[in-house]
């Protein structure tokens, strides 16, 4: 079955801390992973995206994402935090040929200062 | 470009009304969809469509409808609704499997 899982619901940092927020996925063709991020009362906005190539890609705002195949991962990251990162993390899955991607449940980004 | 529009931003509707979310996109993108969002769920997807006159159904799609007569409106219909419905419902729009731009969504509640 696909599926997108994101095992951390919330997670606090402190402002200046590094970040990683985890994504695995199921996937039964290869996949095209996506990162996106919500505030509060908007839409969702791409941070990110992999299709192929390079394994270690760099979005907005300072975030990158590592796929690693062997794991089924594509974990985001950022080395310093701020407070305006405060915000909920959706990964999505899709693939060549399909119309439609499979988000996970989210993560909740709380930044303390 | 103004992107993704919805409208309205949010509304109250009592059991048994029915009501249509607007969605348009100025992108010239050929797939659109429709999502619920509900608190610790995610994303689900309710319908979507490839083009003009192309529709089909997502995960979710008991109590709703949609057409898509050209390629910037995707409205959604409520029929009969109920309070399963409250939710925030978001639109998007995509160029083939790539990355999809959203709406800033409408807050529905059924009371």
């Known amino acids: 079955a696909q599926s997108v899982t994101q095992p951390d619901i919330h997670i606090t940092v402190s402002e200046g801390a590094s970040l990683e927020l985890r994504c695995n996925y199921s996937?039964?063709?290869?996949?095209?992973l996506f990162w996106y991020v919500q505030s509060p009362g908007q839409g969702l906005q791409l941070l990110l995206k992999?299709?192929?190539?390079?394994?270690l890609v760099q979005g907005i705002k300072g975030f990158e994402a590592e796929f690693k195949r062997s794991q089924s991962s594509f974990n985001l990251r950022k080395p310093s935090v701020h407070w305006s990162d405060a915000a909920e993390y959706f990964c999505?899955?899709?693939?060549?040929?399909?119309?439609?991607?499979?988000f996970g449940t989210g993560t909740r980004l709380k930044v303390l200062a | 470009n103004a992107g993704v529009t919805q409208t309205p931003k949010f509304r109250i509707l009592k059991i048994g009304q029915s009501m249509t979310l607007q969605c348009t996109q100025d992108?010239?993108?050929?797939?659109m969809y429709w999502y619920r969002q509900d608190p610790g769920m995610g994303l689900k997807l309710i319908y979507y469509s490839v083009g003009a006159g192309i529709t089909d159904k997502g995960e979710v799609p008991n109590g709703y409808n949609v057409s898509r007569s050209t390629t910037e409106d995707f409205p959604l219909r409520l029929e009969l609704a109920a309070p399963s419905q409250t939710s925030v419902y978001f639109c998007?729009?995509?160029?083939?499997?790539?990355?999809?731009?959203f709406g800033p969504g409408t807050r529905l509640t059924v009371l």
């Open positions: 992108m010239n993108h050929n797939y």
């Open positions: 999505a899955v899709g693939g060549r040929g399909t119309y439609k991607y499979i």
């Open positions: 996937y039964g063709a290869t996949p095209y």
């Open positions: 998007a729009s995509s160029y083939l499997e790539d990355t999809q731009y």
């Open positions: 992999y299709f192929s190539g390079d394994t």
